[in-house]
């Protein structure tokens, strides 16, 4: 079976002694009261930062775009206490007993508050109105740095697009000058208009190679018909066709055709059917010459109509690639113009961003609570005082219930 607990002792043993639990207890306050009393009062000041979200997005040119990224919103307490922002505090509120960054930090804490977004910041100091113009010193030194590092609301960011701005503008003046420079000596027309010309005579002269070899297929079947008719004389009709394909071979054609009346026995010459096969071969003979000299001709014109290409098509290139970097650099320029407006715009935004949401007051009651203090020691000291008592209690239960285990054993 198992022994039953007996707690009459110690009830016993508590009410018998109770001048020694309130004795410590009371002993315990007095002390606590007179420490508190020799120590220094310390009050706590607090400051609220609220981070907030931009209502309206400035945003000129798309072609420059912000990056979105989420705000590390628990980690601006430990930013807050971070050896940049307190030497910047250090400088502009310094303190009497002060000299160090670590020193400050040991009298400034940071915490989120109940939402992430607002950022409780708290000083304490032996005198009230220190302690909260610490805290008002140290969020607005808070606020300006965190506005400066995650919202750009700087001079430092305009200063920078002012000065890609300006290398953007250099560069496109520069583009503008070489354009217009090339152009004083762009020989684009003249060489398309040298072009043009070779083109057309080089076009004639096809016109003239067509037309040769189709007055030579026809003298020659002209030739081959009086070939064959040696017995006969030459008729009117092929003497006609003969003095017709003489004036196109020389040239001698009119805008208006030649209509000649003669009468049926008629005859233009008396010369006999050799004499025109023989005026007909000397005919055949010019024309293989006008064929010769035309393909000469065209030979000479392919050289220069190929080089003049070359010249067009180069100094085209060089207009082209003139002319992009004109709009590559132009267009980086306007770019940059708006951007330089939306900073200018967002540099200036006191509506989102890291804001000062409520200053710190002159605290009227010190932090430390004496009275918590002295009630705490009180209730501290009578408890340790009941522990001793129970000890006792229960170390001699134990002792009397060893004793007759011994006598039995011996």
Do not use: C
Not at 198 to 212: G, K, W
Not at 384 to 391: E, I
Request: hydrophobic share 45%.
């Amino acid at each position: 079976m198992e022994e039953e607990i007996d707690l009459r002792p110690y009830i016993e043993a508590i009410v018998k002694h109770w001048y020694w639990i309130v004795g410590v207890a009371l002993l315990a306050a007095i002390v606590a009261f007179i420490v508190t009393s020799l120590t220094p009062s310390t009050y706590k000041a607090t400051a609220l930062v609220a981070v907030v979200a931009p209502r309206d997005v400035v945003q000129f040119d798309a072609r420059i775009r912000e990056a979105t990224t989420t705000q590390p919103l628990r980690a601006f307490p430990q930013l807050a206490l971070s050896d940049q922002v307190l030497q910047s505090l250090l400088e502009q509120q310094p303190m009497a007993g002060v000299a160090t960054v670590q020193e400050l930090r040991n009298s400034l804490s940071a915490a989120a508050g109940d939402d992430t977004s607002i950022i409780q910041l708290a000083a304490t100091s032996q005198k009230p109105e220190e302690a909260a113009a610490l805290v008002n010193a140290w969020a607005t030194v808070f606020v300006n740095w965190a506005n400066e590092v995650y919202t750009g609301q700087s001079s430092q960011q305009v200063s920078f697009f002012e000065e890609q701005l300006v290398a953007a503008e250099a560069e496109l003046r520069a583009a503008e000058e070489a354009l217009v420079t090339f152009q004083a000596i762009n020989r684009t027309e003249i060489i398309s208009n040298t072009l043009a010309a070779y083109a057309t005579t080089q076009s004639e002269y096809l016109t003239a190679q067509r037309r040769n070899g189709q007055l030579t297929r026809q003298v020659q079947e002209l030739r081959d018909q009086l070939a064959t008719g040696n017995t006969q004389p030459v008729t009117l009709a092929d003497q006609l066709t003969a003095l017709s394909l003489q004036l196109q071979a020389f040239g001698a054609e009119t805008a208006v055709p030649i209509q000649l009346q003669v009468a049926d026995s008629a005859t233009l010459t008396t010369a006999s059917r050799s004499e025109h096969l023989a005026l007909l071969d000397s005919l055949l003979a010019t024309l293989a010459a006008q064929a010769r000299q035309i393909e000469v001709e065209l030979a000479a014109l392919e050289p220069h109509i190929l080089a003049l290409q070359q010249q067009r098509e180069e100094a085209n290139t060089e207009y082209n690639r003139l002319l992009r970097s004109q709009i590559v650099t132009e267009s980086a320029y306007m770019a940059l113009a708006h951007k330089v407006e939306e900073k200018r715009i967002t540099s200036q935004d006191t509506s989102s961003g890291f804001r000062l949401a409520s200053r710190a007051g002159v605290p009227t009651s010190p932090a430390n609570n004496s009275r918590l203090l002295v009630l705490g020691a009180a209730i501290l000291g009578g408890v340790l005082t009941t522990a001793v008592l129970l000890g006792s209690v229960w170390w001699q239960q134990l002792e009397i219930t060893r004793s007759p285990d011994d006598e039995h054993a011996n």
